[in-house]
């Protein structure tokens, strides 16, 4: 039996320990035109996203509430954003259609800005595996207009999803048969990766689906059925929490699917949503990006450590 409030639907049993029904929607900050990019810092307690279209990238102190500009106005266009292995923001810019990594002293390291000598089309979501390769997606939506970067005609010859060996700089490129790749992340065993295709906001008949591959020892990736689809809106970004659940974005607000493919239930969300990360000391409280402004609410489940 479906159960419908106000803030959260539960489409299967196994979602009624995951959200609070009384538990409200939090607004902890608007006035932006697209937010996205959420990335909480264990370390400094803070939560940093992005302000596309205005090309600000914002801090919010949890414990103050303060709100502050950080790498703002410069051009940068800062996309999707996560952590690596030692607590490092590695971000997607549309403004320099590049992978980037801010060191522990405050400096920006350029990790990929080019393949095959081409630049990419605008990085858009990334995600760090434990080996250290950092893989992200390449639409090329930050290029189509000078709404969220700068227009440009693409180089490459696709919208790619790539895995990028730190150490190396070598990048490799993982996939051909995407519209427009999005969010990504592995499963919690990593054998697997889910990316998002969002080609639905191009098309009306357009991909709206998340896919999972089969993730090889060398980095290669194989299958790539489709895991879900999307029945409101497209999928942009996405998270897993502890137990392996998928927490997606969706226009209407956050849905969550069992690893078995299972629509578990939906949170509501008043705008429609780009992105999120689980947050807090304790990761039990998911942050949220949606349209003009970034919401949190608490969760009685945590998800899964970036770091
Ligand atoms: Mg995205």
């Known amino acids: 039996m479906i159960t419908k409030t106000k803030n959260y639907e539960i489409r299967d049993d196994r979602f009624r320990r995951s959200v609070k029904l009384d538990e409200a929607i939090e607004q902890i900050w608007t006035g932006g035109r697209w937010t996205e990019g959420p990335v909480y810092s264990p370390a400094f307690r803070c939560l940093i996203w992005s302000d596309i279209p205005n090309d600000r990238r914002l801090r919010w102190d949890e414990l103050t509430?303060?709100?502050?500009?950080?790498?703002?106005?410069?051009?940068?266009?800062?996309?999707?954003?996560?952590?690596?292995?030692?607590?490092?923001?590695?971000?997607?810019?549309?403004g320099?259609?590049?992978?980037?990594?801010?060191?522990?002293?405050?400096?920006?390291?350029?990790?990929?800005?080019?393949?095959?000598?081409?630049?990419?089309?605008?990085?858009?979501?990334?995600?760090?595996?434990?080996?250290?390769?950092?893989?992200?997606?390449?639409?090329?939506?930050?290029?189509?207009?000078?709404?969220?970067?700068?227009?440009a005609e693409p180089e490459l010859d696709g919208e790619h999803v790539y895995r990028l060996n730190p150490e190396t700089r070598i990048i490799t490129k993982v996939t051909t048969d995407f519209a427009c790749p999005n969010g990504l992340a592995f499963s919690l065993d990593q054998k697997l990766l889910y990316i998002a295709d969002s080609g639905g906001t191009?098309?009306?008949?357009?991909?709206?689906?998340?896919?999972v591959f089969e993730v090889a020892a060398d980095g290669s990736l194989s299958s790539g059925e489709i895991f879900a689809e999307c029945e409101n809106g497209v999928f942009d970004g996405f998270r897993l929490d502890a137990q392996g659940?998928?927490?997606?974005?969706?226009?209407?607000?956050?849905h969550c699917y069992h690893p078995d493919?299972?629509?578990?239930?939906?949170?509501?969300?008043?705008?429609?949503?780009?992105?999120?990360?689980?947050?807090?000391?304790?990761?039990?409280?998911?942050?949220?990006?949606?349209?003009?402004?970034?919401?949190?609410?608490?969760?009685?489940?945590?998800?899964?450590?970036?770091?």
Do not use: M
């Open 96 to 151: 320099t259609r590049s992978v980037t990594r801010i060191e522990h002293d405050g400096s920006a390291t350029t990790l990929a800005s080019h393949f095959d000598g081409k630049r990419f089309n605008s990085p858009n979501d990334v995600v760090v595996h434990s080996d250290g390769s950092i893989w992200f997606t390449d639409p090329s939506y930050g290029i189509e207009s000078d709404y969220e970067g700068f227009q």
């Open 202 to 211: 191009r098309y009306q008949s357009g991909e709206r689906h998340i896919r």
């Open 261 to 307: 493919g299972t629509l578990l239930g939906k949170i509501f969300i008043p705008e429609e949503v780009s992105n999120l990360c689980f947050g807090g000391p304790k990761l039990n409280r998911l942050f949220i990006t949606a349209s003009t402004s970034v919401y949190s609410v608490l969760l009685p489940t945590t998800g899964r450590s970036l770091v």
């Open 65 to 94: 509430g303060a709100i502050g500009d950080i790498r703002s106005g410069l051009g940068y266009y800062t996309n999707g954003a996560t952590l690596d292995g030692q607590g490092r923001i590695i971000a997607c810019e549309h």
């Open 245 to 254: 659940r998928i927490w997606t974005s969706a226009k209407d607000g956050v």
